[in-house]
T-cell receptor
Framework: QKEVEQNSGPLSVPEGAIASLNCTYS??????FFWYRQYSGKSPELIMF??SNGDKEDGRFTAQLNKASQYVSLLIRDSQPSDSATYLC???????????WGAGTKLIIKP | DVKVTQSSRYLVKRTGEKVFLECVQD?????MFWYRQDPGLGLRLIYF???????EKGDIPEGYSVSREKKERFSLILESASTNQTSMYLC???????????FGQGTRLTVV
């Protein structure tokens, strides 16, 4: 059974600090890693994705992969109250139609 | 921008009714998905389709069926609604196998 695990939180971070979210995955063959943000009552929206060959930075967001330990991280620099949401991690093997989803981490940015 | 549109934002149905949830995407994506999301359980895949008229069961297909007669439209059918099907239903599409999924706005279904 392929699994993706996330700490449910809530993770509370002061405004302006770095928020660090982690996601562990069970399948060593995983090739693609996705981070979604979901505001309460809304649908998930894609923030960024990375492949197994490297990390990625996009504005205040950085996704990092640690293949040896099988986890992927999302760092949010200069956290803003508008970053308060649940963050979902999803993982995939390229040959598979399905994304395997974590249950999400609730992030609260305190002004 | 990819647009995935679900027919209803909120829906209230009675136990035993047949319920249709419609989803349309405008980006010519091959793959479409139906999920349900419940507190503490995350996203659970009900059905997906990788081509017109093709469908595959996800993790929780019982009590549901789907239809994909046109590439842009994927319908979820609750054959006989039950209270344990009260949930948020999310439709998504993706261009390629295992690629980024783009979600509709969700349908919050309440079965009474």
């Amino acid at each position: 059974q392929k699994e993706v695990e996330q700490n449910s939180g809530p993770l509370s971070v002061p405004e302006g600090a770095i928020a660090s979210l982690n996601c562990t995955y069970s399948d060593r063959g995983s090739q693609s890693f996705f981070w979604y943000r979901q505001y309460s009552g809304k649908s998930p929206e894609l923030i960024m994705f990375i492949y197994s060959n490297g990390d990625k930075e996009d504005g205040r967001f950085t996704a990092q992969l640690n293949k040896a330990s099988q986890y992927v991280s999302l760092l949010i620099r200069d956290s803003q109250p508008s970053d308060s949401a649940t963050y979902l991690c999803a993982v995939n093997e390229d040959s598979n139609y399905q994304l395997i989803w974590g249950a999400g981490t609730k992030l609260i940015i305190k002004p | 921008d990819v647009k995935v549109t679900q027919s209803s934002r909120y829906l209230v149905k009675r136990t035993g009714e047949k319920v249709f949830l419609e989803c349309v995407q405008d980006m010519d994506h091959e793959n479409m998905f139906w999920y349900r999301q419940d507190p503490g359980l995350g996203l659970r895949l009900i059905y997906f389709s990788y081509d017109v008229k093709m469908k595959e069961k996800g993790d929780i297909p019982e009590g549901y069926s789907v239809s994909r007669e046109k590439k842009e439209r994927f319908s979820l059918i609750l054959e006989s609604a039950s209270t344990n099907q009260t949930s948020m239903y999310l439709c998504a599409s993706s261009l390629r196998t295992g690629g980024s999924a783009f979600f509709g706005q969700g349908t919050r279904l309440t079965v009474v």
